[in-house]
T-cell receptor
Framework: QKEVEQNSGPLSVPEGAIASLNCTYSDRGSQSFFWYRQYSGKSPELIMFIYSNGDKEDGRFTAQLNKASQYVSLLIRDSQPSDSATYLCAVNHLRSTNAGKSTFGDGTTLTVKP | NAGVTQTPKFQVLKTGQSMTLQCAQDMNHNSMYWYRQDPGMGLRLIYYSASEGTTDKGEVPNGYNVSRLNKREFSLRLESAAPSQTSVYFC?????????????FGPGTRLTVL
């Protein structure tokens, strides 16, 4: 089992719809969770982070975390063609031997069709 | 501020050749990382440096060496390149502290080993 798993893509949604991206992790010691967006041929950029159970909203983006289920998700409301990218889930460990390191999922590619 | 810079942007090597990938950050971050990204996959950690003067192996360190030259610079060396090392290499940096570990990425180096 991979340490961080993302729902297999590609994911295609029409413009204006809600895109739902999911991620599960295996290490219960994980404490911080990140969503990075990566456009084709570019480097990843952080769009959201979350560390408490529940929802965190930032504009059209909502991150959801459920530590009991070891599940984190990203919702994109009113999806735009400019949201078309690969979304990487990353999990951060804060135990001493792994301090500061993030483990990344393989990513989910989202396409928003006009 | 330039953020995280990497040189070169592109490189083609023959099997057995050596090269050094350079990375520098101007955000006064303590931690720096080297990742590789293969097509359709997420980021895999090669080496990281939690602070100046320290380095540690990541998930895929074989065939690589690193040097944390000072707080700003972290280089990755391939002593004898192999076709399996064809990949995109990303350098990243972060400020360790509290629970967060947002990483800032450089533009990447696209390496082909023939």
């Amino acid at each position: 089992q991979k340490e961080v798993e993302q729902n297999s893509g590609p994911l295609s949604v029409p413009e204006g719809a809600i895109a739902s991206l999911n991620c599960t992790y295996s290490d219960r010691g994980s404490q911080s969770f990140f969503w990075y967006r990566q456009y084709s041929g570019k480097s990843p950029e952080l769009i959201m982070f979350i560390y408490s159970n529940g929802d965190k909203e930032d504009g059209r983006f909502t991150a959801q975390l459920n530590k009991a289920s070891q599940y984190v998700s990203l919702l994109i409301r009113d999806s735009q063609p400019s949201d078309s990218a690969t979304y990487l889930c990353a999990v951060n460990h804060l135990r001493s031997t792994n301090a500061g390191k993030s483990t990344f999922g393989d990513g989910t590619t989202l396409t928003v069709k006009p | 501020n330039a953020g995280v810079t990497q040189t070169p942007k592109f490189q083609v090597l023959k099997t057995g050749q050596s090269m050094t990938l350079q990375c520098a950050q101007d955000m006064n971050h303590n931690s720096m990382y080297w990742y590789r990204q293969d097509p359709g996959m997420g980021l895999r950690l090669i080496y990281y440096s939690a602070s100046e003067g320290t380095t540690d192996k990541g998930e895929v360190p074989n065939g690589y060496n690193v040097s944390r030259l000072n707080k700003r610079e972290f280089s990755l060396r391939l002593e004898s390149a192999a076709p399996s090392q064809t990949s995109v290499y990303f350098c990243a940096s972060s400020e360790l502290g509290g629970e967060y570990n947002e990483q800032f990425f450089g533009p990447g180096t696209r390496l082909t080993v023939l």
